[in-house]
């Protein structure tokens, strides 16, 4: 297929020689992302403790989590337009400099209303960082260690997602929940000073003006969709319905806007043509949106069904569910390696893995004695997480693959935004239907359990049906390519002889 001008042109943007210092660069990235992901889940086990020492309310306590990852996700797709304008690397360390000064601040908030405001400025700072992370990779790496870089990206952000309550549970156990928030103080100071010393000062960003207009509509109409849904545990899916039609005209208003700074010549904060005229991108996106409805709202359930169902503590009930983190980072690694090769296959068998192993996760929450299950789940949990490692990574570099790099952190902030959409469903969604069965079977907590992870087992499905798709358009694009080339050579070989 052959690539559209100014669009879809990737290779010499930046220059052919390699970074030297690539791989040590990519270490620092990769730190920042698994602080600023890691913070979207390691707070969950510690709110009922946060709840009796600053005497909140659980609405109140509840935004400490839903909050950050509501500032995190408006973020995204203006940090990744303000790094392709005005450099990655700056962009990083002003968002790697904020995130340690925000968490100091949360660590440190007397009231829970003072942790919220600092929760909610550390969300920001972590949007700014978690776009700059891909945009990074795109513009330092090319051909198959491209796709080895992403595959290191894709396993920080399924370990951090599912051994966040194991980490949080470990602090717990062992100082202040303070600490939750304080221990990404001397990590960030670090991969600062590293990021100042290693990431490339040249040839990351260009100048241009910033799409205001475009920032505020997007914002609004993000705002608007997300709120209701992480107000969700107290009323907001009633309270705060119209919002969702709200958001839905102003999110039609922004394309629109989109769209005439295009046609005006001017650098729009998402350009609307990655989607329409980028191969693999917009039905990326989508996969990513499906398939992070299933795999962010799962650890809710299990984190209610131990503690609460099982009665572990939030130690053990991360330990229970490490198999899945394990086998995701492996496959995570391995999958970087083979996805120039195999392609979308490679999404859709790791799919079909994931449904495995949850599939038989419920059965085994249904037909296990409760107090064999967290040992009885491992195996199915493993093989979850291998499938699992074998969708985020391959998903973001073939997402990714056919960007330009001077689009490269919106195009990234994008794909982020979309997955955190998928997120704050999931997680809205699932531990809701857990509540809702709880209370009519009595207390049924496996029951309860698998109906929430029937949930997600849907959404994953839809992801696998975006995938086929995408799988059977590469290989008709890969049949025509090779029918061209074959054209080509009979013409060849008629004019010659």
């Keep these: 297929m052959t690539a559209r001008p100014?669009?879809?042109?990737?290779?010499?943007?930046?220059?052919?020689?390699?970074?030297?210092?690539?791989?040590?660069?990519?270490?620092?990235?990769?730190?920042?992302?698994?602080?600023?992901?890691?913070?979207?889940?390691?707070?969950?086990?510690?709110?009922?403790?946060?709840?009796?020492?600053?005497?909140?309310?659980?609405?109140?306590?509840?935004?400490?989590?839903?909050?950050?990852?509501?500032t995190f996700a408006l973020m995204l797709v203006p940090a990744g337009r303000l790094g392709d304008a005005l450099g990655r690397r700056?962009?990083?360390?002003?968002?790697?400099?904020?995130?340690?000064?925000?968490?100091?601040?949360?660590?440190?908030a007397p009231s829970v209303g003072l942790l919220i405001t600092a929760r909610l400025a550390q969300g920001l700072a972590a949007g700014v960082l978690a776009p700059q992370n891909s945009g990074l990779i795109q513009q330092l790496f090319r051909g198959g260690e491209r796709g080895r870089a992403f595959g290191a990206f894709g396993a920080v952000v399924g370990i951090s997602t599912a051994v966040g309550p194991v980490l949080g549970g470990l602090l717990l156990q062992v100082a202040d929940w303070r600490w939750i928030f304080w221990v990404n103080v001397p990590i960030g100071v670090v991969a600062f000073v590293l990021a100042w010393r290693l990431l490339p000062r040249s040839g990351s960003g260009r100048r241009g003006g910033i799409d205001g207009g475009g920032v505020l509509l997007l914002g609004a109409g993000s705002l608007a969709l997300l709120l209701p849904l992480v107000q969700a545990e107290s009323g907001g899916l009633t309270r705060l319905w119209w919002l969702f039609p709200a958001g839905a005209l102003v999110l039609a208003a922004f394309v629109a806007w989109e769209w005439w700074e295009v046609r005006r010549g001017r650098d729009p904060v998402f350009d609307p043509r990655l989607v329409t005229r980028t191969r693999g991108y917009g039905l990326g996106a989508a996969l990513g949106t499906v398939y992070f409805v299933g795999f962010s709202g799962i650890w809710l359930v299990f984190a209610l069904f131990f503690q609460t169902g099982l009665g572990l503590t939030p130690?053990?009930?991360?330990?229970?569910v490490t198999p899945f983190a394990l086998g995701s980072a492996v496959a995570a690694v391995v999958a970087g390696r083979?996805?120039?090769?195999?392609?979308?296959l490679l999404t859709v068998l790791g799919l079909l893995g994931v449904l495995a192993g949850l599939g038989a996760t419920v059965a085994v929450l249904l037909l296990v004695p409760q107090d064999a299950v967290p040992w009885a789940v491992a195996p199915a949990l493993l093989v979850g997480g291998l499938g699992g490692g074998f969708v985020i990574s391959p998903n973001?570099?073939?997402?990714?693959?056919?960007i330009p790099v001077r689009m490269a952190g919106a195009a990234g902030g994008g794909l982020?935004?979309?997955?955190?959409?998928?997120?704050?469903?999931g997680t809205a969604a699932l531990p809701g239907l857990f509540y809702v069965v709880l209370a009519a079977t009595g207390q049924d907590y496996p029951l309860a359990a698998a109906a929430g992870l029937g949930v997600a087992l849907v959404g994953i499905a839809g992801a696998l049906a975006l995938?086929?798709?995408d799988l059977r358009r590469t290989r008709r694009e890969a049949a025509a390519e090779r029918e061209a080339d074959d054209h080509d050579d009979r013409h060849w070989h008629a004019v010659h002889h």
């Design 396 to 402: 973001i570099t073939m997402t990714l693959r056919d």
């Design 467 to 469: 995938a086929v798709v």
């Design 315 to 320: 130690l053990e009930s991360g330990l229970a």
């Design 6 to 70: 100014d669009v879809d042109r990737t290779a010499g943007e930046e220059g052919d020689q390699p970074d030297p210092r690539r791989w040590h660069a990519l270490g620092v990235t990769l730190v920042a992302g698994f602080m600023s992901l890691l913070d979207v889940s390691i707070v969950s086990v510690a709110l009922p403790t946060l709840q009796r020492d600053l005497g909140a309310s659980p609405a109140a306590v509840q935004w400490v989590v839903s909050g950050y990852a509501l």
């Design 416 to 425: 982020q935004t979309a997955q955190r959409f998928g997120a704050t469903i």
């Design 338 to 344: 083979l996805v120039e090769r195999v392609g979308r």
């Design 90 to 108: 700056r962009m990083f360390l002003i968002g790697m400099a904020a995130f340690v000064l925000f968490s100091a601040a949360a660590g440190a």
